[in-house]
């Protein structure tokens, strides 16, 4: 039988608890009355083997973003790949002096709260939180998921089919690219933190471009805008 500690314990239970809460939510409700947490991972690799080495998130309440309301921790892996040097820029001695990702999970619960997630591919963020979530805390995360990478695809389809003769169909979805492409400030690439900023400015300035061609008030049309995104409860 699996031993946790108090901490992994609690987080469990609050997980137990916020899957009530998302069972009753109401999307008819403003998107301005939801709270939202950006969230972010870096890996040691892409394989089911590798690990997180960093997470990090943001903020977002009103449709206004907090960037001083922040999460960010690196986490200590069982195993180091040069990966985590080369792309992410942190020090095997970074990762041997943080805590291990039992240890962080806790934090990282009691941080997203009942808020929805928002990531940028966050399928693949969630496939890492979610093994994690159950080896550690006994439960799986359990909230709304929206996915900015599918929020910018509506977008540029909304253009094409307006002004298809000014714009090229090789858009790339990179978040540095799509930043870059809107005129929104640009953070360094491969770091949880800053990433998860960066999802956060794209994913606001999105709603409110969106708002110019779809009606978006309600959690509901936002779903409805991007449909085919994926819900976890």
């Given at each position: 039988?699996?031993?946790?500690?108090?901490?992994?314990?609690?987080?469990?239970?609050?997980?137990?608890?916020?899957?009530?809460?998302f069972?009753?939510?109401?999307?008819?409700?403003?998107?301005?009355?939801?709270?939202?947490?950006?969230?972010?991972?870096?890996?040691?690799?892409?394989?089911?083997?590798?690990?997180?080495?960093?997470?990090?998130?943001?903020?977002?309440?009103?449709?206004?973003?907090?960037?001083?309301?922040?999460?960010?921790?690196?986490v200590?892996?069982?195993?180091?790949?040069?990966t985590?040097?080369?792309?992410?820029?942190?020090?095997?001695?970074?990762?041997?002096?943080?805590?291990?990702?039992?240890?962080?999970?806790?934090?990282?619960?009691?941080?997203?709260?009942?808020?929805?997630?928002?990531?940028?591919?966050?399928?693949?963020?969630?496939?890492?939180?979610?093994?994690?979530?159950?080896?550690?805390?006994?439960?799986?995360?359990?909230?709304?998921?929206?996915?900015?990478?599918?929020?910018?695809?509506?977008?540029?389809?909304?253009?094409?089919?307006?002004?298809?003769?000014?714009?090229?169909?090789?858009?790339?979805?990179?978040?540095?690219?799509?930043?870059?492409a809107?005129?929104?400030?640009?953070?360094?690439?491969?770091?949880?933190a800053?990433?998860?900023?960066?999802?956060?400015?794209?994913?606001?300035?999105?709603?409110?471009?969106?708002?110019?061609?779809?009606?978006?008030?309600?959690?509901?049309?936002?779903?409805?805008?991007?449909?085919?995104?994926?819900?976890?409860?």
């Amino acid at each position: 039988m699996k031993r946790y500690t108090m901490a992994q314990f609690e987080a469990g239970e609050r997980l137990k608890a916020h899957k009530k809460v998302f069972q009753g939510l109401d999307p008819t409700k403003p998107l301005s009355e939801f709270s939202f947490c950006v969230l972010d991972t870096e890996l040691t690799g892409l394989r089911r083997r590798h690990e997180i080495i960093s997470i990090g998130a943001v903020r977002i309440e009103h449709l206004a973003l907090k960037p001083l309301d922040r999460f960010y921790t690196e986490v200590c892996p069982k195993a180091w790949t040069k990966t985590g040097t080369l792309i992410h820029r942190i020090s095997p001695q970074q990762c041997q002096d943080a805590p291990k990702i039992g240890k962080v999970l806790p934090e990282l619960i009691a941080y997203l709260g009942t808020s929805l997630l928002i990531g940028h591919n966050i399928a693949l963020d969630l496939q890492f939180l979610q093994k994690a979530c159950k080896k550690h805390l006994g439960h799986p995360l359990v909230h709304p998921c929206i996915d900015t990478l599918r929020l910018a695809r509506v977008y540029e389809e909304s253009r094409w089919e307006s002004y298809y003769d000014r714009f090229t169909l090789r858009v790339s979805y990179q978040l540095q690219e799509l930043a870059q492409a809107y005129g929104l400030p640009c953070f360094p690439a491969h770091n949880a933190a800053s990433d998860a900023l960066q999802t956060a400015y794209l994913f606001v300035y999105l709603v409110h471009k969106l708002r110019e061609t779809h009606p978006l008030v309600t959690l509901e049309e936002l779903y409805r805008c991007g449909r085919g995104w994926r819900w976890y409860f």
